[in-house]
């Protein structure tokens, strides 16, 4: 059986209590508040729950409550404050102070049975929450600790450090050609089909945890063999048929080879996304030897770029309120950029056929 302590300076009260519970706790009982502590003192860990009146000689309950506080055993032992007519200002005081919840006099025996149990159970329940979270944090703890150890290990070898050049010389490949198309359609059509190009080369903390949760060997060769977004370019465009203009130009190539295509503006993720991912394989030209290398190139419009950054914040920081909501924002958000994209694609188009462009 679970124990309990009653707190109450009056004999009749403890009694009538000790009547109410002892079918289903141990019941311990105190007269004042340094008694209740000493008892407390002695048997902490074993102690479910605390009925405990305010008004007491010596020792008044808020002291009592104050010093559980400091011991820090508010927060593993529910304190039930008996009580008879207090002020709002006094439960609420209260419930600042830590306290669970009230047993009212005079008792009800159901009531108090149900408020006794209710806030063992709780409690039972949010320390088990908290040791679990616990858990948890230190095996997250551990996998970050893990991911570190071995990003250091890769940065240290001399393959991992050569392949991740090679991946660099890639994205510098791409992000050339994507300029030699600009600079052909600025001289031969007056204007640029994309805004920007971004690129990132894939961290290897990164690397190391996608290996780890694709299931795949965490050897250089893998990283080779099994990921196609170590190179990363993404092309900023202001219209979607540049999008598609620029892609076709780049794949046609006759050295640049397509792997895979995901075409999300016309079939846009579910939560509004709109891309157009491409993987390809681009060769690269070494002291030595031309070889290919695998790369993720990406191409948004102006406004989905915007649109992907602010739901890029929504999916990585902790502690946002009202996700649900926020989510459906940014699906109505992704539906009226994919409208508006395309506005803006016939007027452009009027103005160019007014020019005779």
């Not at 302590?5 to 311990?28: F, G, K, S, W």
């Not at 370019?233 to 995901?262: G, N, W």
């Amino acid at each position: 059986m679970q124990k309990i302590l009653i707190v109450e300076d009056a004999q009749i009260n403890r009694e009538l209590l000790r009547e109410i519970l002892q079918d289903e706790y141990m019941v311990e009982m105190a007269e004042d508040g340094e008694e209740a502590l000493e008892k407390l003192r002695q048997c902490e860990t074993q102690m479910a729950a605390v009925l405990l009146d305010l008004q007491m000689p010596r020792m008044d309950g808020f002291c009592v409550i104050e010093e559980m506080g400091k011991n820090g055993w508010i927060g593993k032992i529910p304190v039930l404050v008996i009580s008879g007519e207090y002020t709002v200002e006094a439960e609420n005081r209260c419930f600042e102070m830590g306290v669970s919840d009230f047993i009212h006099k005079p008792f009800v025996d159901s009531i108090v049975r149900k408020r006794v149990r209710n806030a063992i159970e709780l409690f039972a329940c949010k320390n088990q929450l908290e040791q679990r979270v616990e858990e948890q944090e230190q095996t997250l703890r551990e996998q970050y600790r893990i991911i570190q150890a071995q990003e250091e290990k890769l940065r240290e070898e001399k393959p991992f450090n050569r392949l991740m050049m090679e991946y660099r010389a890639a994205i510098m490949e791409v992000e050339t050609r994507l300029k030699v198309l600009n600079g052909e359609f600025s001289q031969e059509y007056n204007r640029n089909p994309f805004e920007s190009i971004k690129s990132r080369l894939k961290s290897p903390a990164s690397i190391y945890e996608k290996l780890g949760r694709k299931g795949f060997p965490e050897t250089v060769e893998s990283i080779r063999d099994n990921l196609t977004d170590v190179a990363g370019i993404r092309v900023i465009c202001s219209f979607p048929d540049d999008i598609y203009r620029l892609a076709h130009l780049l794949t046609r190539q006759d050295d640049i080879l397509l792997i895979r295509e995901k075409d999300y503006i016309k079939e846009p993720k579910p939560n509004g996304y709109r891309s157009l991912h491409l993987i390809v394989d681009v060769p690269i030209f070494l002291s030595n030897e031309k070889k290919y290398m695998k790369a993720e190139v990406q191409f948004r419009t102006i406004a989905m770029d915007f649109w992907a950054s602010l739901e890029h914040k929504l999916k990585y920081k902790k502690n946002v309120n009202n996700t649900d909501e926020i989510e459906i924002q940014l699906k109505a958000c992704a539906d009226s950029i994919g409208a508006l994209d395309y506005q803006m694609q016939e007027i452009r188009n009027k103005i160019d056929s007014s020019r005779g462009t």
